[in-house]
């Protein structure tokens, strides 16, 4: 089992500049961290997964701003 952060929005609870939420778990892989998170919080819509378990780290792949 690996670490992931799923990146989700929930659009009726959020304004669209919000950021998404992260759900970290273990999972199998990046599928299998995606269902774990739609099954926590079915009215979500994933939009990222990562390795790890940085939410920050996630969410800057996300934005394209990760230092290279």
């Known amino acids: 089992m690996n670490k992931f952060v799923v990146l989700y929005r929930i659009e ?3 304004s669209p500049l919000d950021a998404p939420f992260g759900f970290v778990c ?3 892989d990046a599928d299998h961290a995606e269902e774990q998170c739609i099954d926590a919080y079915p009215d ?3 939009v990222w997964v990562a390795n790890g378990e940085s939410y920050g ?3 800057n792949v996300y934005w394209n ?3 290279e």
């Open 12 to 14: 009726e609870i959020m």
């Open 26 to 28: 273990d999972a199998e």
């Open 44 to 46: 979500c819509d994933v």
């Open 57 to 59: 780290d996630a969410l």
């Open 65 to 67: 701003t990760e230092d």
